[in-house]
């Protein structure tokens, strides 16, 4: 059966036609992400598969064959829509360009700045409980906090919490209560130090906007940081959605991650209590940090006399 299934649009900019696509499946195998895809009106259907490594999706056809112009246009079409899932995608893209993806609409749009959107308040409350649960945090940092709903939660549970985010306009959209603690800044440069002494980071749908060439640079930030701690809700397969730009498996991230920090466990689950349409596959990780190795040298070699040891004769 599928986990995901997904009908839309595609609108191509040169020729001003529209293709329609359905995309099922969505499950990673490995580094391999698999999904069915059907262009109804085109008579074409198979299996794509984009593995991480690769630098563009293998096609299987099940049904129909790529010949007219149309037909190639709108492969080209699912093509770039699969960038995300792809080694160097996105490289070379300036801070300038990664900002403007979120300004403040952005956020207005997606419910990410209003108090009254009941939907996003409880998943909000129900993280900041399961992160006061799970690491008893005195003091955090939320990446990529938006309006500051989150902010806001942590601070009602009486944890001196603090955000930063990329959008431009960060002081129109955060909210009344978030405003005196919200900085502008990216995972890549965070406008905060290890003097302001955070003990956990959260990192709540942030992960998939970075684009992947910046991904040690943001591991980086978070070691000077100086956190021990990191929740993070990590997008693997929703290409949809708007900035999705590295899409990776579980597995990707925790190389990423793991010289710095190792995954300790998958809290999961709790947050499928709210009755809400929240998607299975996207539960909080946690992350501690990996303390420097203590150097072991090996023990000098001795005679066997010298440790009471008879020799084998």
């Given amino acids: ?48 598969e984009c593995e991480v490594r690769a630098t563009g999706p293998r096609y299987t056809l099940e049904q129909g064959e790529v010949r007219t112009p149309e037909q190639r246009r709108a492969v080209e079409l699912l093509t770039n829509l699969l ?18 993806l979120y300004a403040g609409d952005y956020h207005r749009n997606a419910g990410y700045c209003d108090v009254d959107n009941e939907v996003e308040r409880e998943l909000k409350g129900a993280i900041a409980d399961m992160v006061v649960r799970t690491l008893r945090p005195t003091k955090v940092l939320d990446a ?16 001196d919490a603090h955000g930063f985010d ?21 995972v ?29 640079q ?6 000077r940081l100086g956190v021990r701690n ?24 925790d190389r990423q991650l793991g010289a710095r920090f190792r995954r300790a466990q998958t809290t999961g689950g709790e947050l499928l209590a709210i009755p809400r349409p929240l998607d299975p596959r996207r539960v909080l990780r946690i992350y501690r940090r990996v303390e420097a190795p203590v150097e072991i040298r090996p023990l000098r070699t001795l005679p066997a006399a010298a440790q009471g040891i008879a020799p084998v004769r």
């Fill in 83 to 100: 960038r995300p899932f792809f080694d160097g995608a996105y490289r070379g893209i300036t801070d300038e360009q990664l900002a403007g």
């Fill in 230 to 253: 990191l929740a993070v809700h990590i997008s693997h397969t929703e290409l949809e959605h708007h900035g999705h730009i590295t899409l990776r498996p579980l597995s990707w991230w």
């Fill in 144 to 159: 990529g906090c938006a309006g500051g709903l989150l902010l806001r939660a942590f601070r009602q549970r009486g944890v």
């Fill in 188 to 216: 890549t440069s965070i406008p905060y130090g290890p003097e302001d002494r955070f003990d956990t980071l959260v990192c709540i749908d942030v992960f998939e906007h970075v684009p992947e060439d910046r991904v040690p």
């Fill in 1 to 48: 059966m599928s986990s995901y299934r997904l009908g839309f649009d595609l609108h191509d900019p040169l020729t001003k036609g529209t293709h329609t696509v359905v995309l099922s499946g969505g499950l990673w195998h490995g580094e391999t992400m698999l999904y069915d895809f059907m262009l109804p009106k085109l008579g074409i259907s198979g299996r794509v």
């Fill in 218 to 223: 943001m591991v980086a930030e978070f070691e």
């Fill in 166 to 186: 990329h959008c431009p306009d960060l002081l129109d959209i955060a909210v009344p209560e978030a405003k005196p603690f919200v900085r502008r800044g990216g």
